[in-house]
Nanobody
Framework: QVQLVESGGGLVQAGGSLRLSCAAS????????MGWFRQAPGKEREFVAA????????YYADSVKGRFTISRDNAKNTVYLQMNSLKPEDTAVYYC????????????????WGQGTQVTVSS
């Protein structure tokens, strides 16, 4: 059974930083991608960042480029999302997911999802 457990969310002031973690278990992740997505109140879930497990390919949404960094610790089966220079518009529930998408941003092609962690950025 594949499990993804996010942590690290919280309340932060604009301009601050948070690091989200996603601990994965239940499969051999070497050939799978790991992605971060978010859903703000009243909006559809959107792509944030993703990486192949090897780290050979990484992709970011334009809205977070230069501010967010995705990384992974293969020994710990954990993927991170370092979020710097946070803005109020980054407020959302952040989800990690795993799968074999044809393209990293294609959220419908991720087959396992975590429960999400709330990130709130105050102005």
């Amino acid at each position: 059974q594949v499990q993804l457990v996010e942590s690290g969310g919280g309340l932060v002031q604009a301009g601050g930083s948070l690091r989200l973690s996603c601990a994965a278990s239940g499969r051999t992740f070497g050939s799978y991608a790991m992605g971060w997505f978010r859903q703000a109140p009243g909006k559809e879930r959107e792509f944030v960042a993703a990486t192949t497990w090897s780290g050979g390919s990484i992709y970011y949404a334009d809205s977070v480029k230069g501010r967010f960094t995705i990384s992974r610790d293969n020994a710990k089966n954990t993927v991170y999302l370092q979020m710097n220079s946070l803005k109020p518009e980054d407020t959302a529930v952040y989800y990690c997911a795993t799968g074999r998408p044809q393209g990293l941003p294609r959220q419908k092609e991720y087959d396992y999802w975590g429960q999400g962690t709330q990130v709130t950025v105050s102005s």
